[in-house]
């Protein structure tokens, strides 16, 4: 459906200076902070029109379009262009690289003012309202006072909960997708085993691989196959690979690569690579462990009771990593306080990853509730 | 909207938070929200009604409400069960749920002790076709019908309080104040309003 936003540009800003930093929720204060930031659409004259997308833990600025090859598109092409649900031809939507990340947005590789070296593990921990303060830094940058909808899966989702949260009634409306309000130990449990693997890298040195000249490789490596496999369904595994041999007719009896689906995995953590920082995903992982969006009944109530943010929560019936009880739980709150709250689980065979791709009645959940929230002020259904 | 739907609109108070199960495309929520303050969250098993639901702003979740409700105790003011209970696999345990959720409970179902139903199946010995059981018996999705007795009954057996009654006529409006003498067999249909 629709086409793509064509060619995009990287944009950035620095939203927190030395004057007036980032205060975190752990106390520390972040100084400068860069964001680099894409965005696609034209903001209307009343700048109601603003939709923010969010994204997950490996994600980046660059949701839409390509940079020069239209082969190669944004993480959420699929979704954003004209005609599409996140229609640039109504909406102005804005992604950024999230604090912390390795994007261009100040993370842990960003060269710490007071060293000249880079943060490595001096960067601050964050919570995900520390990376919620950033979005609407940058939105009151562009101009929004008051964004259409956070939109994001996953990670994405947590910020648009938070968000909602954190300044009720600023959002039109949150679009939450395979999110949780709060991690299982078993969520927390694969992203433990990730961070042993990159920390146990001889290569890691406490962080500061950057000036030893190597990289925690292998351990990042392994981390990304850990978590890819729990970003697939067992069913999409199967249908993609079986227990199909590479390139093979007999297995080889050996530890290589032999089953196509390990080739796949080697492959995944290899191009990982090439675009992630080791440090930036311990410590954007280490967000989500912490994050436990309900844990303030008291702020929870204040938060929700009256607001006139809409919610949309989706998950899918594959999705083990956040599966629907994650996002039940999610409804279950919002409701209990009169939130009004549209809610439903998709059919998809393809596990987590099914809010990356164009999966239609997902996608024109998505769109139908976005159109009905831009055509109409709040409060009136 | 169709007039039984009115009945129950009339039953709503002001400005309550409502949930409506098996709320179709969403009519009596819209009328609830814009007509009477009350703010609205609906439950819808059908695809179609769910998204026809979202493109008119109606708060919706997509749920089959006889595998049990995922809202707190006393999360809403009011629960509707509107022409609802009859085509559920199970009455008894869905009429508890809305009675946890809900403070106050409205359901609405088609009286099958009607003269009408009764005459079809007594004299003709045939299953009723009527106005308010519009389906023929291998295509309805009513499979758990009962007169204004029975569900009595039920309320009774559930340790329910009836707060009041409408009985309804066959063209889904209040009936004519004569039904009042014999509800069971004069009244199409009937809307309770229950309390614990």
């Not at chain 1, 690579?273 to 440090?279: H, T």
């Amino acid at each position: 459906m629709g086409v793509s936003v064509g060619r995009v540009e990287t944009q950035r800003a620095v939203l927190f200076t030395a004057d007036r930093p980032l205060a975190l929720d752990s106390g520390a204060v972040l100084a400068p902070v860069e964001v680099a930031y894409e965005t696609y659409g034209r903001l209307d004259a009343d700048r109601s029109n603003a939709i923010v997308v969010c994204h997950a833990l490996t994600g980046d600025a660059h949701a839409a379009g390509h940079h020069g090859d239209p082969a190669k598109r944004g993480w959420w092409d699929s979704i954003i262009g004209p005609g599409r649900p996140l229609d640039t031809d109504r909406f102005f939507v804005v992604c950024s690289n999230l604090l912390g990340g390795c994007q261009g947005t100040t993370g842990p590789s960003s060269t710490d003012p007071a060293t000249g070296r880079p943060y490595g593990l001096r960067f601050p921990l964050m919570t995900i309202s520390d990376l919620v303060r950033v979005h609407r830094a940058l939105i009151a940058h562009l101009g929004i006072e008051r964004p259409l909808a956070a939109v994001g899966g996953s990670l994405g989702g947590m910020q648009a909960l938070q968000w909602a949260l954190d300044a009720p009634g600023e959002l039109e409306s949150a679009v939450v997708i395979c999110a949780s309000s709060r991690l299982s130990a078993q969520n927390i449990a694969f992203s433990a085993v990730a961070r042993e693997a990159i920390m146990g890298d001889p290569d890691f040195h406490g962080g500061d691989y950057y000036e030893h000249g190597v990289r925690p490789d292998r351990g990042l490596a392994t981390a990304r196959m850990l978590a890819h496999i729990t970003y697939l369904s067992e069913e999409s595994m199967r249908r993609k690979f079986g227990r199909r041999l590479q390139d093979r007719e007999t297995p080889r009896f050996g530890f290589d690569v032999d089953f196509q689906v390990e080739s796949y995995l080697r492959h995944q953590g290899a191009s990982f690579l090439r675009r992630f920082d080791a440090n930036s995903y311990l410590y954007l992982t280490r967000v989500m462990d912490y994050f436990d969006a309900f844990a303030d009944p008291v702020a929870t109530a204040r938060a929700l009771e009256g607001t006139s943010t809409r919610f949309l929560v989706v998950s899918f019936d594959s999705d083990w990593r956040f599966d629907t009880a994650h996002s039940r739980e999610i409804v279950r709150t919002l409701t209990t306080h009169g939130a009004p709250v549209t809610f439903r689980e998709v059919a998809s065979p393809f596990g987590h990853d099914s809010f990356l791709l164009d999966i239609p009645d997902y996608h024109r959940t998505v769109g139908t509730f976005l159109q009905h929230v831009h055509s109409t002020p709040a409060g009136v259904p | 909207m169709r007039p039984d739907l009115m009945v129950v609109a009339g039953m709503v108070p002001r400005g309550s938070r409502v949930l409506d199960l098996g709320c179709g495309e969403g009519d009596l929520l819209e009328e609830l929200i814009v007509a009477r303050g009350c703010r609205g969250q609906g439950v819808e098993v059908s695809d179609e009604a769910f998204h026809a639901c979202v493109a008119r702003g109606i708060a919706v979740v997509q749920a089959d409400i006889d595998e049990g409700l995922d809202f707190d105790d006393h999360a809403f003011d009011v629960v509707v069960l509107s022409q609802t209970l009859q085509a559920v696999r199970r009455p008894a345990p869905v009429l508890r749920e809305v009675m946890r959720v809900g403070r106050v409970g409205i359901v609405s179902f088609p009286n099958f002790g009607h003269w009408r139903l009764r005459l079809a199946l007594g004299a003709r010995g045939r299953m009723p076709v009527s106005r308010t059981l519009p389906y023929r018996w291998y295509e309805t999705p009513n499979i758990h019908l009962c007169t204004i007795r029975d569900f009595e009954d039920l309320a009774g057996a559930e340790g329910l309080r009836v707060g009041g009654r409408r009985l309804l006529g066959e063209d889904g409006r209040a009936a004519p104040a004569w039904a009042e003498r014999r509800p069971n067999l004069l009244a199409a249909g009937a809307v309770y309003l229950l309390t614990r």
